[in-house]
């Protein structure tokens, strides 16, 4: 197990750790991990935003963006999971998201599912720990053009296309 870069906060879970993945890569979540892809309509109502974790420096792949999540626990489903560091994370209460669905990247030994949800009337999304520097509504069509984690880059052509509702759900 690598050790933790500096200012990283200690283990929390007994779901955190790296997994050495049979792809070659290595992957935060001893029991897999989860992120919740939240959607609203932007305020003009031409278009759709989304919630964006900027990534804490210290973080693997630190400044970059993403989607607010993490490390499933021990016997935790994935939209729990979800739910649940987009409540650490970024102060998105469960009660405040509808859950329309979930896409599985599926490893074998280790799985990624992002959690697709939409916002329940107002919501003000905020860095709540030491993971996010900066928590901020995004237009779907400004995403790209942020300096995104790596595996969000590559899956953000299909998610973009399922928030805008002309992608299948999974």
Do not use: K, N
Request: net charge negative; aromatic share 6%.
């Amino acid at each position: 197990m690598a050790p933790e870069p500096q200012g990283a906060p200690r283990h929390r879970s007994p779901g955190d750790g790296w997994v050495e993945c049979a792809c070659g890569g290595r992957h935060w979540g001893l029991h897999g991990a989860a992120g919740l892809l939240l959607a609203r309509r932007s305020p003009e109502g031409s278009g759709w935003d989304v919630v964006l974790q900027h990534r804490a420096l210290w973080s693997d792949q630190g400044g970059t963006w993403g989607i607010p999540g993490g490390a499933r626990e021990p016997g935790e489903s994935a939209v729990d999971a979800a739910l649940r560091e987009a409540g650490e994370e970024a102060g998105i209460e469960p009660a405040s998201v509808r859950v329309l669905g979930t896409q599985v990247l599926d490893h074998g030994t280790w799985s990624y599912t992002t959690v697709r949800a939409a916002a329940i009337g107002p919501l003000d999304p905020r860095p709540t720990d030491a993971e996010s520097i900066e928590i901020a509504w995004v237009a779907t069509h400004a995403v790209a053009d942020r300096l995104l984690l790596t595996a969000f880059a590559a899956a953000w052509p299909g998610l973009r296309a399922q928030v805008e509702g002309s992608g299948p759900l999974a």
